[in-house]
């Protein structure tokens, strides 16, 4: 039994950490452009689909097939800014209303091109570890610890570069930041471009994993949305913590728990943490 | 005085329209605009009169519709038995889940994340229920609608023609009862909380209760849609209840326009005819959908009624 919570525990967090860069770019593009991106799901499930068409189809190596689907969701990204999300800056509802056309759109196109058939990649790193008696594939570790070293490094970019620092003073004050020599036009579609091309590396390491399905991102969406507004939105290491909280109650949880109602669990949560602690878990950090 | 003529006019039309054609075809087409514009409207007076983004509306809609079946089913209350004991549950819900959010405070995106998270629990609640509501498979409804007519008595509703009459005299209502609201003074709370409660709380409105009021009133209306909608269809699906539904429900009022009650008709009119008159798959369906919602916003934000009004004035 206590290997059974263990290794849920485990599993937990590392799902946790997918929804954590998703969630980390939810975050971002809030803080910047004042407008929920639902949409990102959907860039989510882009890099999933061309981490696994360059990686099978093409024939890249995986790491290679990575780094080139980070680049189609990146340029996705600046697309989808340029020609809608520049016009909903701050304007919070019809920011939310064109993320969902987009993700209608997008969604139906995903299901055009590689139809509702889950799609397998090859194994990419067969193998397991041994941790302490718990069985662990060598893959889920190896996206753990690269998904924990971007989400870091994020943060350390954020508060050591200048870049980073001026995003901050944006989200405090855009008029100061303005006026202090931020090109806040750019600023805005680097985060909005910078936060797809997160969930495109989420996407490109699902793909690895799990098999994949047009719908993934709605799915992902919701729980990183969630994961956003449990830590506080705005929140950067929150971001992470509240992605890794999510999955490890939904992992923990459908163990005591029936687990048909496991998507259920997180949206309680989400609900009493808006209505007791709305600023969210970890308000004031950053 | 031109407008009472006008809307005369337009119920002339529709009153008379059998007559020109007795097309099953364009009959049930109509009958699905009706429906889902008595959705769009109601969902109207929520979000584009009290400037409150529901994503409830789905589930008061995808709710009813099971409820209905359900209460006639184990309670033997008939069909309207079950549509009023539907609106009843749907009308105590809506007031639980808005008392929550309102007391609250709530606001825009968080009112309408959490309202997706109460509608998700709804849907997942269907999906698994298996029991009673036979999961993800759905059920098809065996039992019809009836009607009680002056001097014909009850009889059950199966020709799309006299489906066409109810549904015209459904959305005939919801329209008389949204304008009533609007034109009241609690529609004029309602717009006044729209634009900035704060200031409309400095002014005595009660901000919390026509929150309320609206959104009750809305999950109603969508209600009585769900009982009347799944009774056409014939069956019943955990879909309903989805956030496609909402995404459809959104896609009309936008597209038809949010500044006048009978507006988001014309939405509902466009997006139920369009997939029927061009055969669209599933897929390019939602593809319509998707670009038509993100056209509306940015580029028609008046929706077809404002455009079409500004368009008038310009040459008037």
Known sequence: ?286 | MKRVAGTALVAAALLALPLATQSDFVLTILVFAFLQGMLAVSFNLVFGYAGQLSMFHAAAFGIAAYATHLFGKHLGVGYWGGVLLAAALVAAISVVVGAICFRFRLREFYFAVVTLAFSEMARLTVLNWNSMTNGSLGINLQDKATLWLPGIGVSAIDSTLAWYYVALGALAITLVVCWRLVHSWMGRAFVAIRLNDELGDTLGINVFRYKLVAFTAGSIMAAFAGSLYAYFLGSLEPGLLSIDTSLGIIAMVLLGGRRAVAAPVLGALVLTALPHLIHFSAEIRSLVYGAILIFSILVMPQGIYGAAAQLIRRHA
């Open chain 1, 1 to 286: 039994m206590t290997q059974l919570i263990a290794g849920q525990l485990l599993n937990g967090a590392i799902v946790g950490t997918l929804y954590g860069i998703v969630a980390l770019g939810v975050t971002l593009t809030f803080g910047i452009t004042g407008i929920v991106n639902f949409a990102l799901g959907v860039f989510m499930m882009l890099g999933a689909y061309a981490a696994w068409y360059f990686a099978d189809t093409v024939g890249l190596p995986y790491p290679l097939a990575v780094l080139a689907a980070v680049g189609v969701t990146a340029a996705a990204g600046l697309a989808a800014d340029q020609a809608l999300f520049r016009f909903t800056r701050n304007n919070l509802v019809n920011g939310l209303l064109v993320s969902l056309g987009l993700i209608a759109v997008l969604e139906a196109c995903a299901l055009l091109v590689f139809t509702a058939t889950p799609k397998e990649m090859h194994r990419v790193l067969p193998g397991i570890v041994m941790l302490g008696g718990l069985v662990l594939p060598k893959m889920k570790l190896v996206v753990f610890v690269l998904l924990l070293a971007v989400i870091f490094a994020t943060y350390a970019a954020l508060t050591r570069t200048w870049t980073g620092r001026a995003a901050y003073a944006y989200a405090q004050n855009p008029e100061a930041a303005a006026l202090m020599g931020v090109a806040t036009a750019r600023l805005q579609s680097g985060v909005v471009v910078y936060s797809c091309a997160l969930a495109g590396l989420g996407g490109a390491l699902y793909a690895a994993l799990y098999s994949l399905e047009p719908t993934l991102g709605s799915l992902f969406i919701l729980k990183a949305v969630e994961a956003a507004i449990l830590a506080g939105i705005g929140s950067v290491t929150g971001a992470l913590l509240g992605g890794v909280i999510l999955g490890v109650t939904e992992g923990v949880g459908s163990i005591y728990l029936p687990l048909a109602f496991r998507d259920a669990y997180g949206l309680v949560f989400l609900v009493l943490i808006l209505l007791f602690k709305p600023a969210g878990l970890f308000a004031g950090r950053r």
